[in-house]
């Protein structure tokens, strides 16, 4: 348990940061999910417009600190490479 109030206020700030944060990756997840989904019906139109939403959250994402830049690069070329093969 924290004792110091310097200890103290750490874990109240990583407390907030941790809920900030977990907010932002499920939203990111969000956005993943509307591409997967889009994917799986085979809509090609849906699934270019929700990459292109989605692109911009995810490197949000990695500029507040919630990813790691190459996993949001990985990830984006990833749904890239498979909107481009759908039909």
Avoid: C, W
């Amino acid at each position: 348990m924290a004792n110091t109030p310097q200890s103290k206020k750490r874990a109240r700030q990583n407390a907030s940061r941790y809920a900030v944060n977990k907010a932002r990756r499920s939203r990111i997840r969000t956005y993943l999910r509307k591409v997967e989904e889009a994917l799986a019906s085979g809509d090609k139109d849906a699934a270019q417009t929700a990459l292109r939403n989605a692109q911009p959250e995810l490197m949000r994402g990695v500029t507040k600190g919630v990813f790691h830049k190459n996993t949001a690069s990985r990830k984006i070329s990833r749904l890239a490479a498979r909107v481009k093969a759908l039909g």
